[in-house]
Nanobody, 128 residues
Framework: QVQLVESGGGSVQAGGSLRLSCAASGYTSSMYRMAWFRQAPGKEREGVAGINPRNYRVDYTDSVKGRFTISQDNIKNTLFLQMNSLKPEHTAMYYC?????????????????????WGQGTQVTVSS
C-alpha cells in the first residue's frame, strides 16, 4: 500500500509560479514510477510529467517542456512539480500518482490506468 498526499496548489496570476508537493508513505520502495496528472473540468485526465524513482529518468508532455520540472527527494519520499510561467490553460486539478505494478514504463508513463495509487488532488487556478 502507498499513500499519496498532494499540497501546494492555489490561485496565481498568469506568469506566476507554483510548486506542488506529493508526500508518499507506505511501501514506497515498491514504486516503479511516479507522475503528475491534471484534469480540467470537462476534460480527460492527462499526464503532465513522470519520473522513475530508481534511475531519475523524467518524461514530460510536450506542452510543459521547459516550463515545468518534476523532481524527487528520496530521503523525504516527496515528489515535486515546479511550474513556471503559468497560463490560464494550466488551470486544473493536479494529481500525484504511483505505479507499483511496473505497467507505466516507456511511453505508457502518461496513461492514467497504468497507475494504481492516486492522491486526492490539489487545485491550481491561473487567472489572466
Amino acid at each position: 500500500q502507498v499513500q499519496l498526499v498532494e499540497s501546494g496548489g492555489g490561485s496565481v496570476q498568469a506568469g506566476g509560479s507554483l510548486r506542488l508537493s506529493c508526500a508518499a508513505s507506505g511501501y514506497t520502495s515498491s514504486m516503479y514510477r511516479m507522475a503528475w496528472f491534471r484534469q480540467a473540468p470537462g476534460k480527460e485526465r492527462e499526464g503532465v510529467a513522470g519520473i522513475n524513482p530508481r534511475n531519475y529518468r523524467v518524461d514530460y508532455t510536450d506542452s510543459v517542456k521547459g516550463r515545468f520540472t518534476i523532481s524527487q527527494d528520496n530521503i523525504k519520499n516527496t515528489l515535486f512539480l515546479q511550474m513556471n510561467s503559468l497560463k490560464p490553460e494550466h488551470t486544473a486539478m493536479y494529481y500525484c500518482a504511483a505505479d507499483t505494478r511496473g505497467l507505466a514504463y516507456g511511453y505508457n508513463w502518461y496513461v492514467p490506468d497504468k497507475y494504481n495509487y492516486w492522491g486526492q488532488g490539489t487545485q491550481v487556478t491561473v487567472s489572466s
